[in-house]
């Protein structure tokens, strides 16, 4: 295409559309974008991203790589790897050194590389990323303890992972110019120097602009920005190849760093990363060659299978020595690991500066490095789930709750609730009631639900149905239509509100077809001034000759029913779609008004005088009653500014 604005614009779109069809599909992104770009370039001939770019692609994509690594390196707080168990720390560091070694020994020998390529091949590959690792989870449904192992896995590898490419890319080019030995070690040890020194430097000083404001604070991101790329330019101008090194070393300092507010600054990248993935790959897989393609022959495939059945069994074997999982979890854990989005974009950058230099070897770092992230993404979806159901180590149908806000009245719901024996997480992006909820413990996510942050964070474990009673009702919406794609549909529902008319048909236009919540009328506004007026929580056993009805005449209509526990343990949330109807033997939970006659008896007893013996078990004001909680069984509170993802 000749045209240079209408081709970018037809690029935009094909990524747009790539997305969708990812997002729809929960499958990694970078999958699709790959498939396409491989369509329009070396397939149709269609995208030439050389000609279209010119001397400009190779700035433009180490730019793209390091803000890239720069929004990895972010997240890599030494906190959570020390807090995330010995097999997550394990798998990040003796792992990634032991996938490294075989990935490298058998790319020289499977693939005749030459050493010192077949080591920056190893260490690309080490890389798996929560971005590939986490639509893959989402649909899994293994036991708790393994989605968190491979969560942690993909996000705390990333940038370890590229770190240690980087490095070893830097020794490799260094080497390749035909200096001593000696020689090579000087210049890498003062190509390592420079990038952390300059990298922790940049990030202390950047850290105390952000920390004092010395800054306003909607210049953070754009300075942010431009100061990691300036950081990038410089170092690489003093030293060659010490830019990557820089800019993830000022990430990873900033992210360790007390009172620098990084949430917003990290949603402003995650923003920008995904305009720069989508637009980057479909621009890098177009610059295929059909030579390239043609140079994934039986060994390419071979070397594949090893790195999925013999590297990654090996580590996990390793790694997970004296852990107590069992050998059918270990398989599990042995089984997946794709590679995504760092990998692709490190190696692009690398095969185009080695190219440029006549570098032997250097034309297969791409195609091979593509064919691994389409070979373990494609394998690992089709059979994860078969290999989940055959080894048994998947969760039942999750029954928990995500409730949006952690409010009065999501509190004491959310109480009620995990006195039933249900479990609960509640999301909400005011600080103070985050803390109210995590002493009364209550599990708590800090942050925007809808964010990128709490794509990769926020714990969906046993979560099955969502209630949004958040104030915020734009926010209720959202959530609501967010994660109906990955709950499914009957699995959540929506509040009520009384915006008018106007605003009611704008509501039922986008979310109809979502249940109204309990009676269908009941509004949070209505909830909060129910409960502030002394409204109780209580639950009834229905049997043959106590009904939904009896209950409801003791009470005269003034309750609310809210839920329906089965004497299996099955929970049916009262709504529009479905009329709760209790059986004998069930439980019911309802919300008592406060001017209910029967609670307003002059001798009222804990049990429902009229109720007995049906064992209706007053559970007012359960929520204060945090004395019954273990110390510790909520996740401890953290500073505001440490949490990515926060709403303001």
Same mark, same amino acid.
């Given at each position: 295409?000749?045209?240079?604005?209408?081709?970018?614009?037809?690029?935009?779109?094909?990524?747009?559309?790539?997305?969708?069809?990812?997002?729809?599909?929960?499958?990694?992104?970078?999958?699709?974008?790959?498939?396409?770009?491989?369509?329009?370039?070396?397939?149709?001939?269609?995208?030439?991203?050389?000609?279209?770019?010119?001397?400009?692609?190779?700035?433009?994509?180490?730019?793209?790589?390091?803000?890239?690594?720069?929004?990895?390196?972010?997240?890599?707080?030494?906190?959570?790897?020390?807090?995330?168990?010995?097999?997550?720390?394990?798998?990040?560091?003796?792992?990634?050194?032991?996938? @490294?070694?075989? +990935?490298?020994? &058998?790319? !020289?020998? %499977? $693939?005749?590389?030459?050493?010192?390529?077949?080591?920056? =091949? *190893?260490?690309?590959?080490?890389?798996?990323?929560?971005?590939?690792?986490?639509?893959?989870?989402?649909?899994?449904?293994?036991?708790?303890?393994?989605?968190?192992?491979?969560?942690?896995?993909?996000?705390?590898?990333?940038?370890?992972?590229?770190?240690?490419?980087?490095?070893?890319?830097?020794?490799?080019?260094? @080497?390749?110019? +035909?200096?001593? &030995?000696? !020689?090579? %070690? $000087?210049?890498?040890?003062?190509?390592?120097?420079?990038? =952390? *020194?300059?990298?922790?430097?940049?990030?202390?000083?950047?850290?105390?602009?952000?920390?004092?404001?010395?800054?306003?604070?909607?210049?953070?991101?754009?300075?942010?920005?431009?100061?990691?790329?300036?950081?990038?330019?410089?170092?690489?101008?003093?030293?060659?190849?010490?830019?990557?090194?820089?800019?993830?070393?000022?990430?990873?300092?900033?992210?360790?760093?007390?009172?620098?507010?990084?949430?917003?600054?990290?949603?402003?990248?995650?923003?920008?990363?995904?305009?720069?993935?989508?637009?980057?790959?479909?621009?890098?897989?177009?610059?295929?060659?059909?030579?390239?393609?043609?140079?994934?022959?039986?060994?390419?495939?071979?070397?594949?299978?090893?790195?999925?059945?013999?590297?990654?069994?090996?580590?996990?074997?390793?790694?997970?020595?004296?852990?107590?999982?069992?050998?059918?979890?270990?398989?599990?854990?042995?089984?997946?690991?794709?590679?995504?989005?760092?990998?692709?974009?490190?190696?692009?950058?690398?095969?185009?500066?080695?190219?440029?230099?006549?570098?032997?070897?250097?034309?297969?770092?791409?195609?091979?490095?593509?064919?691994?992230?389409?070979?373990?993404?494609?394998?690992?979806?089709?059979?994860?789930?078969?290999?989940?159901?055959?080894?048994?180590?998947?969760?039942?149908?999750?029954?928990?709750?995500?409730?949006?806000?952690?409010?009065?009245?999501?509190?004491?719901?959310?109480?009620?609730?995990?006195?039933?024996?249900?479990?609960?997480?509640?999301?909400?992006?005011?600080?103070?009631?985050?803390?109210?909820?995590?002493?009364?413990?209550?599990?708590?996510?800090?942050?925007?639900?809808?964010?990128?942050?709490?794509?990769?964070?926020?714990?969906?474990?046993?979560?099955?149905?969502?209630?949004?009673?958040?104030?915020?009702?734009?926010?209720?919406?959202?959530?609501?239509?967010?994660?109906?794609?990955?709950?499914?549909?009957?699995?959540?529902?929506?509040?009520?509100?009384?915006?008018?008319?106007?605003?009611?048909?704008?509501?039922?236009?986008?979310?109809?077809?979502?249940?109204?919540?309990?009676?269908?009328?009941?509004?949070?506004?209505?909830?909060?001034?129910?409960?502030?007026?002394?409204?109780?929580?209580?639950?009834?056993?229905?049997?043959?000759?106590?009904?939904?009805?009896?209950?409801?005449?003791?009470?005269?209509?003034?309750?609310?029913?809210?839920?329906?526990?089965?004497?299996?343990?099955?929970?049916?949330?009262?709504?529009?779609?479905?009329?709760?109807?209790?059986?004998?033997?069930?439980?019911?939970?309802?919300?008592?008004?406060?001017?209910?006659?029967?609670?307003?008896?002059?001798?009222?007893?804990?049990?429902?005088?009229?109720?007995?013996?049906?064992?209706?078990?007053?559970?007012?004001?359960?929520?204060?009653?945090?004395?019954?909680?273990?110390?510790?069984?909520?996740?401890?509170?953290?500073?505001?500014?440490?949490?990515?993802?926060?709403?303001?």
């Amino acid at each position: 295409m000749t045209e240079p604005a209408l081709a970018l614009t037809l690029i935009g779109l094909m990524a747009l559309g790539c997305q969708w069809l990812a997002w729809r599909m929960r499958l990694p992104a970078i999958l699709p974008l790959l498939i396409v770009g491989i369509l329009a370039g070396p397939v149709t001939g269609w995208l030439k991203p050389d000609e279209l770019l010119g001397d400009l692609l190779f700035p433009l994509v180490s730019l793209a790589v390091a803000v890239i690594l720069f929004e990895g390196s972010l997240t890599l707080d030494f906190k959570d790897l020390r807090g995330h168990g010995h097999i997550v720390r394990r798998l990040v560091t003796t792992g990634v050194v032991i996938t @490294g070694v075989i +990935g490298t020994v &058998a790319a !020289h020998y %499977l $693939l005749d590389m030459r050493w010192e390529m077949a080591a920056v =091949l *190893g260490a690309l590959l080490v890389v798996t990323g929560p971005t590939v690792v986490m639509p893959l989870l989402q649909t899994l449904r293994a036991r708790g303890n393994l989605t968190q192992i491979l969560r942690w896995e993909g996000i705390m590898i990333d940038p370890v992972g590229a770190l240690l490419a980087v490095l070893v890319y830097e020794y490799v080019a260094l @080497g390749m110019t +035909g200096n001593a &030995a000696s !020689h090579t %070690l $000087l210049l890498f040890a003062q190509t390592v120097g420079l990038g =952390l *020194g300059m990298g922790a430097l940049g990030g202390w000083c950047w850290g105390l602009v952000l920390r004092h404001f010395w800054l306003p604070q909607k210049l953070h991101n754009f300075g942010t920005l431009m100061v990691m790329l300036g950081l990038f330019a410089i170092s690489n101008t003093l030293f060659h190849e010490s830019g990557l090194l820089t800019v993830t070393v000022m990430g990873v300092w900033l992210a360790n760093m007390r009172g620098v507010p990084t949430q917003q600054i990290i949603e402003f990248k995650e923003t920008l990363t995904v305009l720069l993935i989508s637009g980057l790959f479909l621009l890098l897989a177009g610059r295929l060659t059909v030579e390239q393609l043609s140079l994934l022959s039986w060994p390419a495939w071979i070397f594949l299978a090893v790195l999925m059945w013999v590297a990654r069994p090996l580590t996990v074997w390793l790694c997970t020595l004296g852990s107590g999982l069992t050998l059918r979890e270990k398989a599990l854990l042995a089984w997946l690991s794709p590679r995504g989005i760092v990998a692709a974009a490190v190696a692009s950058l690398f095969a185009l500066k080695l190219e440029s230099q006549g570098i032997e070897g250097a034309e297969m770092l791409v195609p091979m490095t593509f064919l691994v992230i389409i070979g373990t993404v494609v394998i690992q979806s089709l059979l994860s789930r078969p290999i989940v159901k055959v080894l048994g180590v998947g969760e039942p149908p999750p029954s928990g709750f995500l409730i949006l806000g952690a409010n009065s009245v999501s509190r004491q719901i959310a109480r009620e609730l995990v006195d039933a024996g249900f479990s609960v997480r509640l999301t909400d992006t005011n600080w103070d009631a985050v803390q109210e909820a995590r002493m009364a413990g209550l599990p708590v996510y800090y942050g925007n639900p809808l964010s990128e942050h709490a794509a990769q964070h926020l714990e969906l474990t046993g979560i099955g149905h969502l209630m949004p009673l958040s104030p915020y009702r734009e926010l209720n919406s959202l959530a609501a239509l967010h994660f109906e794609h990955i709950l499914g549909h009957g699995r959540v529902f929506r509040l009520a509100e009384d915006n008018g008319k106007n605003a009611k048909r704008q509501q039922d236009q986008a979310l109809g077809h979502l249940p109204l919540l309990f009676d269908g009328k009941i509004t949070y506004a209505k909830l909060a001034s129910l409960l502030s007026q002394g409204a109780q929580f209580r639950r009834a056993r229905i049997t043959e000759s106590f009904s939904l009805e009896d209950y409801r005449k003791i009470h005269e209509e003034r309750l609310l029913p809210l839920f329906c526990i089965s004497s299996q343990g099955r929970i049916r949330i009262a709504n529009t779609a479905v009329a709760l109807e209790p059986k004998a033997g069930e439980t019911l939970i309802s919300l008592i008004h406060a001017d209910s006659p029967e609670l307003n008896k002059p001798s009222q007893p804990r049990t429902d005088k009229a109720e007995a013996p049906q064992a209706d078990k007053d559970t007012a004001g359960k929520s204060s009653q945090t004395s019954r909680t273990p110390p510790g069984s909520g996740s401890g509170p953290l500073p505001a500014s440490r949490l990515p993802g926060a709403g303001t």
